[in-house]
């Protein structure tokens, strides 16, 4: 949920010319000279502005993201430091139910297949409010978290669970080493694409996994992004939107080597990758990494024209969204939004939709009433308001949640809501 990564980053300005650096890959240091897709400029996704914010100017950056034509690793550049996105963070892991079981489910498996006991040693890279490490400590498996932002550290600590406030990289791992700790367990999820210095990240990790030890991780795989048009899963926070084919690249480039891997439904659909030391091949390489490279090829994520199509796929996304919205709104329809997701702000900044096309939005959490969606000003409503003003549509912007909300919105049916995906296209669900 939150990266764990030396915050230093190049200036993009050379001050000596004023001119912006050329970019360049962050794993193999390639010129980037392609892009994958430009949503133009967008403000931060968290960024909710109060009523009296609404006059002043907001700072908008590019979302400009390119693909690496030597290793294929897509990526935005580090447009806005890590230090001002996760040192105050307001996403805790434990407000969400499915991810607490999520987080549970894992814990068993894992611990079954590596045999873990009170003597080893489990490591966490951004371990939030420890809602994951609690079920090793449960079985007295020792553990320690390494989490950056330190509201959410504290969290865990009162919890009774070890945290380390720290963004993690190749200094934290040997410190580590110093104080005799050699992971047999290294877990980081959903945080290799926040990393803006993944090849520094990487090298952490091999440095801290003990000689037989292995790492797992989680992360939002690029296949289904291509593949559902999951452009809105683009925001400043994800520095590098992975496939199979290039994270493989990354980990061998630092002596790991994956062996195992699982597909899952989270985030739209993501890989879990397992990881071992090159030279300790005594966990066999499955067959399901086999599989995914057939995957993968079949959908051509070998070849640099594959990317250069998606830039198109999401334009006619955004123009069909927006002829459904107009249509709507000439036919006399109201339309509110159900969530107040990062990803919905990307997706209504690039389609340029404000409240002439929707009304408002509501949201569950509580911090987000009465203040406004960055960029797009669209306001945010408790849920009650869509009971009071009985929309003819509810666009669902957290689409990954769709069951859920539409299941939770079932009274809405009463007076004829119609429910809205909007992507890969339009779908409406009466
Ligand atoms: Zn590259």
Request: glycine residues 6%; aromatic residues 10%.
């Amino acid at each position: 949920m939150t990266a764990t990564t030396a915050p230093t980053i190049p200036p993009l300005v050379t001050p000596a010319t004023n001119a912006v650096a050329a970019p360049t890959c962050r794993f193999c240091h390639a010129p980037l000279r392609h892009t994958f897709v430009d949503l133009g400029m967008s403000p931060l996704c968290e960024t909710f502005l109060t009523a009296d914010q609404l006059d002043s100017a907001e700072s908008f950056y590019p979302l400009h993201v390119r693909v690496c034509e030597a290793c294929l690793l897509v990526q935005l550049r580090t447009y806005v430091a890590p230090a001002e996105i996760f040192t105050e963070y307001a996403y805790f892991s434990s407000y969400s139910d499915s991810w607490v079981r999520h987080a549970a489910k894992y814990t068993e498996m894992i611990i079954e297949r590596l045999s873990l006991d009170t003597g080893s040693q489990v490591v966490e890279l951004a371990s939030n409010d420890g809602y994951l490490l609690q079920h090793f400590v449960k079985r007295r498996i020792p553990v320690l978290g390494i989490e950056p932002a330190a509201n959410v550290a504290l969290a865990a600590l009162e919890k009774g669970i070890p945290t380390r406030t720290s963004f993690f990289g190749a200094d934290v791992a040997r410190e580590l080493v110093v104080e005799g700790r050699a992971a047999d367990l290294i877990i980081a999820n959903n945080v290799l694409a926040h990393v803006p210095d993944i090849n520094d990240f990487v090298a952490g990790i091999a440095a801290l996994l003990a000689p037989e030890g292995v790492f797992t991780g989680e992360f939002p795989h690029l296949l289904r992004l291509i593949e559902g048009h999951q452009f809105d899963t683009i925001y400043h926070e994800h520095f590098s939107y992975l496939s199979f084919l290039t994270i493989e690249r990354i980990f061998a480039a630092h002596g790991l080597t994956l062996f195992d891997v699982d597909e899952l439904p989270t985030h739209g659909g993501s890989l879990r990758i397992y990881a071992r030391h090159t030279g300790a091949p005594s966990r066999a390489i499955t067959a399901r990494i086999a599989e995914l490279h057939r995957a993968e090829a079949a959908a051509q994520l070998h070849d640099l024209a594959t990317y250069a199509d998606f830039a198109e796929q999401v334009a006619e996304t955004k123009r069909g969204l927006l002829e459904f919205l107009i249509d709507a709104r000439r036919e006399g329809k109201t339309v509110a939004g159900y969530g107040a997701p990062g990803k919905g702000n990307t997706l209504l900044n690039y389609c340029g939709i404000r409240t002439d096309l929707l009304d408002y939005t509501v949201d569950r959490n509580p911090y987000k009433h009465g203040r406004f969606l960055p960029g797009t000003h669209i306001p945010v409503f408790a849920p009650e308001r869509l009971a009071e003003t009985k929309p003819d549509y509810i666009l669902i912007l957290p689409w990954n949640l769709r069951k859920e909300i539409m299941e939770q919105l079932a009274y809405t049916r009463a007076w004829g809501a119609q429910f809205v995906i909007p992507i890969p296209e339009v779908q409406i669900f009466p």
